[in-house]
Structure formats: C-alpha cells, structure tokens
C-alpha cells in the first residue's frame, strides 16, 4: 500500500518561510489528487492546498492568500514514488499547526477540498510560527 512520509516542518518566526515536503510511495496505478491539510491545537482539520496529476491544477484554502505554493513531482511512471511540496512565505502566529500530507486515487476536481475524500494520510509534521 505505501506511505506518506512528511518533512521540513519547524520553528520559524513571523515573515519567514518554510517548504514542506511528502514523499509518496507504493500506489502504483495512476496518480491522484493530492493535498496539505493542517490542524491547529483544539481545531478541527482544514483544507490549505491540493494539486491534481497531470495538468496541476492548484486550489487553496481562503486563508492562503497567495502566500503558499503547492507543486508536485510525479517522476516517472515506473517510479512508484512521487513528491508533494508546500511553499510557505510571510508566515504567520496563525499558520501554527501539525501539516498533513494526503492523497486520493481520483483525479476528479470534485470535493478536492473535502477531507474524507482523502483515503491516504501522513503522519503529519509540526510547524511553529513565534510572532
């Protein structure tokens, strides 16, 4: 089945920025529809960026407001691993959260921003923004 493996999360003060990465291995059939979520302490889940295959198409979550860029590597198609990024700038007290890396074997658009469409997910990764 594979993993979802995240990285680069950390301590970073206000106005810096910070690129997460997810390392996606073992679905080998066509890629999907992945996403970052995040969950801030005593909030629920939220949706902040997803990235379809092949023609990358981005959507992100209001809060983003142009500050964060998600991109996608899908190497090869005998390469079953792939990588999801997240480009942070002019970070935020606010954006204080554990980031989630997810993934959904449809490449619809439909519900990209749902979180129980995602049948795939990381462990998460910790990000802290001090003010």
């Known amino acids: 089945q594979g993993q979802l493996v995240e990285s680069g999360g950390g301590l970073v003060q206000a106005g810096d920025s910070l690129r997460l990465s997810c390392e996606a291995s073992?679905?080998?059939?066509?890629?999907?529809?992945m996403a970052w979520f995040r969950q801030a302490p005593g909030k629920e889940r939220e949706f902040v960026a997803a990235i379809t295959p092949f023609n990358f198409k981005t959507y992100y979550g209001d809060f983003v407001a142009g500050r964060f860029t998600i991109s996608r590597n899908d190497g090869s198609r005998d390469n079953a691993k792939n990588t999801l990024y997240l480009q942070m700038t002019n970070m935020r007290p606010e954006d204080t959260a554990v980031y989630f890396c997810?993934?959904?074997?449809?490449?619809?658009?439909?519900?990209?921003?749902?979180?129980?469409?995602?049948?795939?997910w990381g462990q998460g990764t910790q990000v802290t923004v001090s003010s």
């Open positions: 997810a993934e959904r074997p449809s490449q619809s658009e439909i519900e990209i921003r749902a979180e129980a469409t995602y049948d795939r």
């Open positions: 073992g679905r080998r059939f066509d890629r999907g529809v």
